[in-house]
Every structure is written in C-alpha cells, then in structure tokens.
Nanobody, 115 residues
Framework: VQLQASGGGLVQAGGSLRLSCAAS????????RGWYRQAPGKERELVGI???????NYEDSVKGRFTISRDIAKNTVYLQMNSLKPEDTAVYFC??????????WGQGTLVTVSS
C-alpha cells in the first residue's frame, strides 16, 4: 500500500488549504488514519486522526481550525486547514495504522504559511 499526499503549498496567514492522502488500494484492517507534521528543527507531532468509527481527535493547537474527513470509497483522507498561522508551517505526513500494528506513511507535503 502506498499513501500519496498532496495539497501543500504557500498560503498567507488566515488562509486555507486542503490536504489529501490517497491510498493506492483499500487498506486491510485499518483502524486509524491521520496526519502528523514536522516543523524545521522540531520533532514530528500528531495533528489529528480519524478512527474507523469516524471519531476524530486533534492536537490542541489545531482544534477548531483543522478538520479531518474521509471518502471511504476513494480510500482517501483529507485535512481541511482553516485560519492558518505561521506556526502551522511544516511538512505534513499522512499515515494509516492497522489492527496488525502495521503503519503506512505517505511522503510529506510542505505547507508554508506567511505572515
């Protein structure tokens, strides 16, 4: 399985972007998909996840601004990012975890928010 992330780019503070993460095929046993990000000089941090039952959870700094959704038929997960701030600048990575404890990672997509 390959995860293909897209949608990053340069945006002004206050703007919006939508990231997509498409899986090359249905992921057997997947129980969570989501997004991490890594800013320059910082460790990778969880942005948010969506569980199999549709429940979502977010890192505190993005709550109310970011929304994770999915299209099950397309094997795709989205990250809608609104009210972007310069501190959201990072490489964003999508991932998928299965009940077999296997983790798949997509390549990163760069989000740059200018002030």
């Amino acid at each position: 399985v390959q995860l293909q992330a897209s949608g990053g780019g340069l945006v002004q503070a206050g703007g919006s972007l939508r990231l997509s993460c498409a899986a090359s095929r249905k992921i057997s046993g997947v129980n969570a998909r989501g997004w991490y990000r890594q800013a320059p000089g910082k460790e990778r941090e969880l942005v948010g996840i969506i569980l199999n039952n549709g429940l979502t959870n977010y890192e505190d700094s993005v709550k109310g601004r970011f929304t994770i959704s999915r299209d099950i038929a397309k094997n795709t997960v989205y990250l809608q990012m609104n009210s972007l701030k310069p501190e959201d600048t990072a490489v964003y990575f999508c991932y998928a975890k299965t009940v077999y404890e296997r983790v798949y990672w997509g390549q990163g997509t760069l989000v740059t928010v200018s002030s």
